[in-house]
């Protein structure tokens, strides 16, 4: 009897314990949606299996609280760290931004140097000069595009200061070369000139992907950080997207910017930027043109009416820059005839002498034309537009030969 009470007791005692723990158990499985079934199960039972008392629970909680404080606080401190990195990260792209030393001419022109160095330096090792010491140098000046006209002119005078200087070997005639290419490029103008009165206006020509945007961008950002106020009149109307990138430029040099509808009158466009530059009070207006017409007018007939409208206004034409792109060679200096032709040009801009090896082209265009190279481009950076310099220039060309 004894044993059957406690048989019937041990039943009681597991039936009780399997109502207390498992049936709750199914119900919160069954009730719970799955997202919160993993949840509880795989984290809230094994903490309570652990620790079977409230107090521990209690203490789990706090925990867990604590944890997200800590994570809070965490979050802070990383932002604050990231936020420092970012500002010393800006500093030293802005230094890195300015350049260390000056674009220099000798740094730049590796490709037209290359083209003269092998030429250069079999003439310099000549004991004489005799007929194949001409041939050879009126050889290498036409591959460099001097041009035909421009290197008979400059082989005829060289043959006098054989004979007057009394000159008996390639060096000493690569020497007066030297010499006479600096001379011939000194005497020019090369400063771009400001108006007594704002607004003073620079107009910049030249045939379509050339570089006329890309110049005006460059020279504005340039002329900001010299103290001037700067504005650019989106005057090539005519080739898509043109004013959206000129704005991009204006944007990232600080100027302002006047526009106008696509196709409309290039004239009228710069006149407007003319008018706000005046009415503002800014100094300079830096006037896009069109390199190339949609319409029956013809395009030099078109510039003569700009630079005409442009000078009826409150603002003074200073310079007429034609843009040349040195890759093209002689094709450039054709351009350029046919420019000046059509307006009173002031001066060139050669962009990407830095990847021609057709060097020479400076040199036709001051002998030919009589027009002063005043700007070029040596490098796609902001700061790669510099001012043309006749010695670091010839100084550049003839380095290489004295260096191997």
Request: aromatic share 4%.
């Given at each position: 009897m004894t044993v059957l009470i406690v048989v019937l007791v041990v039943i009681g005692v597991l039936i009780g314990f399997t109502l207390a723990f498992v049936l709750p158990r199914r119900r919160t499985s069954t009730l719970e949606p799955p997202s919160t079934r993993r949840i509880t199960t795989d984290v809230v039972e094994p903490?309570?299996?652990?620790?079977?008392?409230?107090?521990?629970?209690?203490?789990?909680?706090?925990?867990?609280?604590?944890?997200?404080?800590?994570?809070?606080?965490?979050?802070?401190?990383?932002?604050?760290?990231?936020?420092?990195?970012?500002?010393?990260?800006?500093?030293?792209?802005?230094?890195?931004?300015?350049?260390?030393?000056?674009?220099?001419?000798?740094?730049?022109?590796?490709?037209?140097?290359?083209?003269?160095?092998?030429?250069?330096?079999?003439?310099?090792?000549?004991?004489?000069?005799?007929?194949?010491?001409?041939?050879?140098?009126?050889?290498?000046?036409?591959?460099?595009?001097?041009?035909?006209?421009?290197?008979?002119?400059?082989?005829?005078?060289?043959?006098?200061?054989?004979?007057?200087?009394?000159?008996?070997?390639?060096?000493?005639?690569?020497?007066?070369?030297?010499?006479?290419?600096?001379?011939?490029?000194?005497?020019?103008?090369?400063?771009?000139?400001?108006?007594?009165?704002?607004?003073?206006?620079?107009?910049?020509?030249?045939?379509?992907?050339?570089?006329?945007?890309?110049?005006?961008?460059?020279?504005?950002?340039?002329?900001?950080?010299?103290?001037?106020?700067?504005?650019?009149?989106?005057?090539?109307?005519?080739?898509?997207?043109?004013?959206?990138?000129?704005?991009?430029?204006?944007?990232?040099?600080?100027?302002?910017?006047?526009?106008?509808?696509?196709?409309?009158?290039?004239?009228?466009?710069?006149?407007?930027?003319?008018?706000?530059?005046?009415?503002?009070?800014?100094?300079?207006?830096?006037?896009?043109?069109?390199?190339?017409?949609?319409?029956?007018?013809?395009?030099?007939?078109?510039?003569?009416?700009?630079?005409?409208?442009?000078?009826?206004?409150?603002?003074?034409?200073?310079?007429?820059?034609?843009?040349?792109?040195?890759?093209?060679?002689?094709?450039?200096?054709?351009?350029?005839?046919?420019?000046?032709?059509?307006?009173?040009?002031?001066?060139?801009?050669?962009?990407?002498?830095?990847?021609?090896?057709?060097?020479?082209?400076?040199?036709?265009?001051?002998?030919?034309?009589?027009?002063?190279?005043?700007?070029?481009?040596?490098?796609?950076?902001?700061?790669?537009?510099?001012?043309?310099?006749?010695?670091?220039?010839?100084?550049?060309?003839?380095?290489?030969?004295?260096?191997?």
């Amino acid at each position: 009897m004894t044993v059957l009470i406690v048989v019937l007791v041990v039943i009681g005692v597991l039936i009780g314990f399997t109502l207390a723990f498992v049936l709750p158990r199914r119900r919160t499985s069954t009730l719970e949606p799955p997202s919160t079934r993993r949840i509880t199960t795989d984290v809230v039972e094994p903490e309570i299996r652990e620790s079977e008392t409230a107090d521990v629970v209690v203490a789990d909680v706090v925990t867990e609280a604590a944890k997200e404080v800590d994570d809070v606080v965490v979050e802070e401190v990383v932002e604050e760290v990231v936020v420092e990195e970012v500002a010393e990260d800006e500093v030293v792209v802005e230094e890195v931004a300015e350049p260390v030393a000056p674009v220099r001419f000798r740094d730049r022109l590796s490709k037209a140097r290359n083209a003269l160095s092998g030429a250069m330096g079999s003439l310099a090792g000549r004991n004489k000069i005799d007929a194949e010491t001409w041939d050879e140098l009126e050889e290498a000046l036409i591959l460099a595009d001097v041009g035909v006209a421009s290197t008979q002119e400059l082989l005829e005078t060289l043959r006098s200061r054989v004979k007057s200087d009394g000159l008996q070997n390639g060096e000493q005639l690569l020497a007066a070369l030297k010499t006479e290419l600096v001379a011939r490029l000194a005497d020019f103008d090369r400063s771009l000139h400001m108006a007594e009165t704002a607004p003073t206006v620079w107009l910049f020509v030249g045939v379509n992907g050339v570089g006329k945007t890309t110049t005006i961008g460059k020279l504005g950002a340039r002329e900001k950080n010299e103290g001037r106020s700067v504005l650019m009149a989106a005057g090539d109307t005519f080739r898509a997207a043109a004013a959206e990138q000129l704005g991009m430029w204006a944007e990232r040099s600080g100027a302002e910017i006047v526009r106008g509808a696509e196709g409309s009158d290039p004239s009228a466009v710069i006149f407007d930027g003319v008018e706000a530059a005046n009415a503002r009070g800014i100094d300079l207006v830096l006037a896009d043109t069109a390199g190339r017409l949609h319409t029956k007018t013809n395009l030099m007939d078109e510039l003569r009416k700009v630079r005409r409208v442009a000078e009826k206004g409150a603002g003074t034409v200073t310079e007429v820059l034609l843009v040349i792109d040195a890759t093209t060679g002689q094709n450039g200096l054709i351009q350029a005839k046919q420019f000046t032709e059509a307006v009173e040009l002031t001066g060139v801009v050669l962009t990407k002498l830095d990847g021609s090896a057709k060097g020479g082209i400076v040199i036709a265009i001051h002998e030919q034309l009589g027009i002063p190279v005043k700007l070029v481009g040596l490098g796609e950076g902001i700061s790669d537009l510099v001012e043309f310099n006749a010695d670091e220039f010839v100084d550049a060309l003839f380095e290489q030969r004295s260096d191997s």
